[in-house]
C-alpha cells in the first residue's frame, strides 16, 4: 500500500485545503496517524507574531493533529501570488530537496500523508525551472483531483486528467467539492466521468457560511456523511499503471 496521496486542483479555490482536511480527518477518526503536507502555502497568516500556513490551521482545527506547523509546511510566504513569485519578492529560495526530505521523514513517521498543492498542477514553484507537477514526479506519488461541477468544470477537469495523463502520473479518481444540487451539476458530472474514466471518490456538498451552525462542525459533519473510509484506503493502494512505484 502507498503511504501517499498528491491533492491537486483543476484550479485555485477549488477547495483542495478542506479535502485535504476531510481525508486527513476520516483516517485520523479510523484510528491511522495520518498527516496532511502542505509543501508551499503563499499569503500566510499571522498569528501570535509569527506568519504561518492558513491551511495547515484549518486542517489542524478539523483534524485535530497535534503538530507544529513546521511539521506540516515547509515554505509560507506572506503575498497571495504564485508560490515562484512569493519566493522571490521575499527572496527565499525554494528548495526542491528540501521538500523532498521532508516528504520522506512524514512518510518513514506516518501511516499516510496527504500532500496538498498549490493552485493547479502546472503552478511553478521556481520560475521556469519547476512546477507543481515536477514535485509530484520526484514524490513519485498518485493524484486525486478535486474539482468544482459549476460551468466550465468539464472543460477544466479533462484538461488537467489529459496532461496529468500525459506525464504519466497516476490518478486514483476525482473528488466534486462545492456540489449544490443543480440540475446541470449532475449532468457534468456523468459528463466527465464518461470522458475520463475516473471514479468519483465523493461528492461534497457546499456549506452555507451563513448558518449559525460552527463551520468545522459542519465540515466534520459533512465529512462523516460523505467520505467512506474504504474509497480513501483506495486511494492509497497500489496500482501497476503509472509512475508509482511504492
Known sequence: MNKGIFIVGI????GKTFITAGINYILR???YNAISFKPVQSGGIVKDNKLISGDVEFIKKVSEVNEDYEIMNCYCFKEAVSPHLASEIENIHIDKNKIINHYKKLYETYDFCIVEGAGGSIVPLIRDKYYIYDLVKDLNIPVMIVTT???GAINQTVLTVNFLESLGIQIRGLIINKYTGTYYED???EVIKSITGLDII???NKLDLDEKEEFILKARKEFDKNLD???ILNLFKRK???ICSE
Open 240 to 242: 501497476d499503471r503509472g
Open 187 to 189: 449532468d457534468n458530472i
Open 11 to 14: 484550479d485555485t479555490d477549488v
Open 29 to 31: 477518526k479510523n484510528n
Open 229 to 231: 473510509i474504504n474509497k
Open 149 to 151: 461541477i459549476g460551468v
Open 202 to 204: 465523493s461528492v461534497i
